[in-house]
């Protein structure tokens, strides 16, 4: 690649930007990443710079025509790309120093252009002359004195390999010349003044040193080239481990090497007045300003505040307010020693300034802090007052406790982070942490009233709501006075233990008492809404109890009807027992008031049918066509005595097929007790069926026809169940045998036909067949052709 130029900064210092970014889209540099490295020369002007750079790097930087006379050539910085080196090498030619151009008195931009080649370069080439070597005002020594001083103030120190190149060598060995050269060197470094950090650091910490020296270019050019060939191969990978550029600490990747150049070069520019006494105050300012950045750019940098500041996000870190005034501390420390040369006013002023820049970046972690021990100090109050409370500690006394300890906890936890930089009241989180206890204390105190209550109205459900639906079923005279005792101990009970636990709340009496007389009022509710409920299914138990009575006896057998009982007097009784559930039902009786209901009742239901001839005569006044009971407020009643009246009739119409049933049982079990034809119908078949007997005598082929169907009748018989059928009835029994009798013999048929198919057992196999018990054998002479085992199992049946 052809080498390309552009000049960097002008005579006047102005920084050309966009020259410098065409010059990098040229070389391709942003491509380059880190592998890339930096050279610059310096030295006095008319020393040969150029003419070395273009025969080391194959540059074109412009050189001096020596048939015009020793002038200035280069102007400002140039910037030039080496051709044919790997990695891409970029070169500086600075202005020459000592120039009669700029005068004795204007060394500012050759202090300036010297700390910006210090500054960006990987590489610095000293030019100097061999005969300068041991002179005091020669070879650049002020300049380096100056740069080596301000560089350490305005730049993290860097590792520059800086090159000494020997120009005209003489005659004396190069063995010889070095060592002056070098001590030379360390003599400048030594003078510099040094922060404290680095008032002992050798100068190899901060540069690479290296010295080569040159045949005259003018006198021995052949030799010179050679050597400078031999110079050129050191630059090839320059940036590997042990090169010229090896250090690679801070170096700027190449797609932000404009922009850096051009921030360094602004930083420079604007303090190149520093070493100038009269500008102290501004000086000061400057660099204390820009120390106090540089410290609060470690502090931010610093891996103990960041593991400080990642820490507290998520949990409190013990010991945080010691720690972190160490780190502020050794910030501080570290300004106070770097600024210790600058005017006190200002030095005072940036330290403050700094201080509270550091304070206002760490108060979000110390606010995190405090939050997290807010918290935590609340979870641990929840934890320690649960534990209190499931040991039965008083609900107050134990609340007081664990409020008392835990603020302590807290405040221990607040002188544990305070830092002694800043002066940060926490009584503001102190109070919101009070807050957030008595908070969840009234929280606590909301639940466990609740769970109180709720268990005590638990237990009253449980103990009053099963009894209570027990007793209303079995409605009887003392039902009402055993649901009141039933309802006064279990709240007795109730309100002894509720009052008991609530000793430990420390509340006041009203609202004591309000709390107890509620669950009070809660059983009372219990009761009544299961009276209210058993009251809506009052027609079913009445109907259950009539069915109950009506169908067992006093033995609580089921009663078979055999026309001996007294179907009037038992209706009767299983009414007047549900007509006695209906009074029970009608209204709640829990204070203890007579009432005349039961009478009103029976009255209306029970006796009203003895007086049916008289009630069509004489218009009487009906005691049910009312929506209220007599003497019975409307809140207490449950079923209203026209409700009373129309479930009645219900009543009634429901349970009336059941007496009918029962009345056709008695009827059918007696039309069956009575199924022999009279004793005169007997004598009368004896007497005129003589001479068929005497036939079925003479003739025993009859008798055998006859057995015959004896046999089948009985069959039918059974299969029929007749008995059975006749008991609802003549006319139903008739209706059912009629429909089941095809079937029947369609089935006997079926299995004489199966028999009469089936091939003859053996004697063996059949003397050891038998049938639910019974031995079965085949007949070869009957000329029915019906099995006894079919015959046997009929009449079993039976």
Known sequence: MDSCSTQLIDGDGTFNVTGLDHFIKDVKLAECGLSY??????????????TLLNNLFGTNFREMDAFKGRSQTTKGIWLARCTGIEPCTLVMDLEGTDGRERGEDDTAFEKQSALFALAVSDIVLINMWCHDIG??????????????????RLFSPRKTTLMFVIRDKTRTPLENLEPVLREDIQKIWDSVP???AHKDTPLSEFFNVEVVALSSYEEKE????EQVANLRQRFFHSVAPGGLAGDRRGVVPASGFAFSSEQIWRVIKENKDLDLPAHKVMVATVRCEEIANEKFSHFTANEEWRQLEEAVQSTPVSGFGKKLSSILESCLSEYDTEATYFDEGVRSAKRQQLQEKLLQLVQPAFQDVLGHMRSGTLDNFKVAFEKSLNAGEGFSSAAHACAQSCMSQFDEGCADVVIEQANWDTSKTREKLWRDIDAHIASVRAAKLSELTTLYESKLNEALSGPVEALLDGAHDETWPSIRMLLRRETEL????LSDALSGFDMDEESKSRMLSALENYACGIVEAKAKEEAGRVLMRMKDRFATIFS???DSMPRVWTGKEDIRAITKMARSSSLKLLSVMAVTRLDDEPDNIEKTLSRAFVDSSNNNAASTS????DPLASSTWEQVPQSKTLITPVQCKSLWRQFKTETQYTVTQAISAQEANRRNNNWLPPPWAILALVVLGFNEFMTLLRNPLYIGFLFVGYLIAKALWVQLDISGEFRNGALPGLISISTKLLPTVMNLLKK??????????NPQTQSKVTTNGVSSSVGSSSSSGISTETVSDHTKDD
């Open 37 to 50: 490295a930096v050279v610059s020369i310096m030295g006095p002007q008319s020393s040969g710079k150029s």
């Open 135 to 152: 002179r005091e005002q020669a070879a650049n020594k002020p300049l380096l004195k100056t740069v080596f001083q301000v560089m350490m």
């Open 194 to 196: 040094k922060p404290q």
């Open 222 to 225: 052949e030799q010179f080239k």
């Open 494 to 497: 109730a309100v002894f233990g």
């Open 552 to 554: 067992h006896d006093a």
């Open 618 to 621: 004489i218009t009487t006044f």
């Open 752 to 761: 004489l036909a199966e028999e009469g198919q089936a091939p003859p057992m």
